[in-house]
């Protein structure tokens, strides 16, 4: 990566507001799943790993996000899943990431 490029992505996610860069949303009721059924697709390749759900910031709440299939970064990388945590004003999304 140049140092022109660098700079570019340095100065997007400066100018990002610090509830978006990496602050916390807490919600006082965990938003219901959807009830649909996701038909999961054939995989692009063995390498793939299927995310069964995801939820992602949306204004002041969170958006389901049905499952999909996502490469490992890396070899022997595992997927740790997302999960939501009681928190003592609320509920928060743990975003799911490979280990």
């Known amino acids: 990566m140049n140092n022109i490029v660098k700079c570019a992505f340095a100065l997007a996610l400066l100018s990002l507001p610090a509830t978006e860069a990496g602050a916390q949303l807490i919600v006082r009721v965990r938003p219901a799943r959807p ?16 995310v069964e759900e995801d939820w992602e910031r949306h204004g002041h709440g969170y958006r ?3 499952g999909y299939w996502v490469a490992p970064p890396r070899a022997r990388a595992v997927w740790v899943p997302g999960h939501w945590e009681t928190r003592p004003r609320g509920e928060v999304w743990m975003p799911g990431y490979w280990r």
């Open 35 to 50: 009830t649909v059924v996701v038909a999961r697709p054939i995989a692009p390749s063995p390498r793939h790993i299927w």
């Open 64 to 66: 389901w996000h049905g």
